[in-house]
């Protein structure tokens, strides 16, 4: 058996004989194996964004609209009908085991002023458990507490754009802002979300007592009304169940009989967004197997010249088989000559690949992730391709005859 | 002792539907040390005996012995293994590999034999010094003369160190005066090496430097008799 590294300066130089036509070759799996990359990298950021935000809005969220009115036969859209309470929020919460934690939230938008700055922003009235359901956490401060929310005392938190806004870089904690002209005290900062899976910014918000935001700001005609529920199931599992444990416990409360409709809707967030991230994941499939072709046409295009260069090397290939040359010699020949030819092209690849990816998310902000495994999987594709597509020529090449090859003119 | 030995060796084509019988039962023994001539017109069939004595061809009918091995029973591969190590190839058109220089066609077969690339490198050299082409082992072929060229292809059948050189019309593409050089070397190599050689030729004049002249036709040996060196 012939050895490698006179093979690879063999192929090398026969590679070099012809630059243009091996330099075209290559383009092909550059182009092949640099678009799988950029593809995947594309589909992978588009994924992980999706998944930021998921993880942003809290894991293992229901949420619990208030249902439609109906008036005159022409039914409203959900939430026209104010049947949530505050009531049915600690029912929930202490009578579905399914439950961990649930966040009612009462919340308009609201002018807030500090000092001479003001900004128009989202206050949201809700409990302790916003914080356990949303998996968020503070910066400094405090929360605030049951007993806050039961003397609906005048605390809030604040998101870090509504601190940037008012505060600049002032330390906010323990100073006196007003909400529609009402003082509450700064007790805690919020940690820094980001935007929501609907494209909201998460930190331009205000977090009150549920209870303060019901007599203070947001007063009402329905006492202990509320506007929506977040409910956090114990875990991804508990999800069905923790649905189907509301729905009894709030048409039990509401007294809505066996043929009514529900007065109230719950929605699973979290199966939203994996749905939204599933079909994400589907799209990176897509998009790889789109560039995937184009890694297939540049392997064509390799077998071409490789067939191209068999049988212009004929007599080449006759005087190492008179020589001595055996089949596997002049196979491994030319599987090398081929494999060089994607494996160069593969590694250009994968650097116009990275580069492509970079230029893409700056030039239009997508995004964008280079895993080690789509760099390796389109390397190790690209060999394949090598392989594939240059056994056929080097097994033509190993079956010329001898006698015939040498008199090939 | 013998190294080369015929059988009965028959070889028939098929062209389209007609059988050519190119080669109709040759007996040939040639000892180790020898210095063969083969002559004859196009067509006597000594090119399908030449590739079938130089293991690129297989006979239809009839044995073949070289070295005592049965080559019939070999396959593809251990027929390259044959021809790598106990054939030296010289053609007319010289067949070397173009764009690579003297040393590296004379490595040429050392490399299908597994041999070290230190090892490979000082045999060729040595090759090349003795067929006196010292300081051109860098030249690629079209850098070099028709002479030079049949000397490195010379050099390239020493250089596995095989008992038999098969030369097919090694002069056919040269001068009289560089045909001459290129038959001394043969001379030297058959009277001081004892490697045996079997030439293929045209001209009396050339094989006249043989010691057995063997004459085909029409598929025959028709004359095998000594030459007497003048």
Redesign the interface.
Known sequence: ???V??TLRISF?ALR?NKMRSALTMLGMIIGVGAVIAMLAVGTGAGRKIAEQISSMGSNLLMVLPGATTSGGVRMGSGTQPTLTLADADAIRKECPAVQDVAPVLSGVAQIVYGHQNWSTVVVGTTPGMLTVRDWSLVSGRPFTEQDVKSATKVCLLGKTVVDNLFGDMDPLGQMIRIKKVPFVVIGLLATKGQSPQGQDQDDSVYVPVTTAQKKLFGTSFPGMIRIMMVKAKNTDDLAAAEKQINELLRQRHHIGPKQENDFTVRNLTQMMETAQESAKVMTLLLGAIASVSLLVGGIGIMNIMLVSVTERT??I????????????IRLQFIIEALMLSFIGGIVGICFGISGSKILSILAGWPTIISPLSILSAFGFSGLVGIFFGFYPAYKASLLD??DA?RYE | MAIIEAQEITKIYRLGDVDVHALGGVSLTIDKGEFVAVMGPSGSGKSTFMNILGCLDKPTGGKYFLEDINVGDLDRDELAGIRNKKIGFVFQGFNLLPRTSALENVELPMLYDGIPAKERRRKAMEAIKSVGLEGRDNHHPNQLSGGQQQRVAIARALVNEAPIILADEPTGNLDTKTSGEIMEIFVKLNAESHITIILVTHETNIAAYSRRMIKFLDGRIIHDEPVIRS
């Open positions: 058996m012939m050895n590294p006179a130089r004989v007599r080449e006759g005087i190492r088989m008179a020589i001595g040359a055996k089949t596997w010699d001898p006698i040498l």
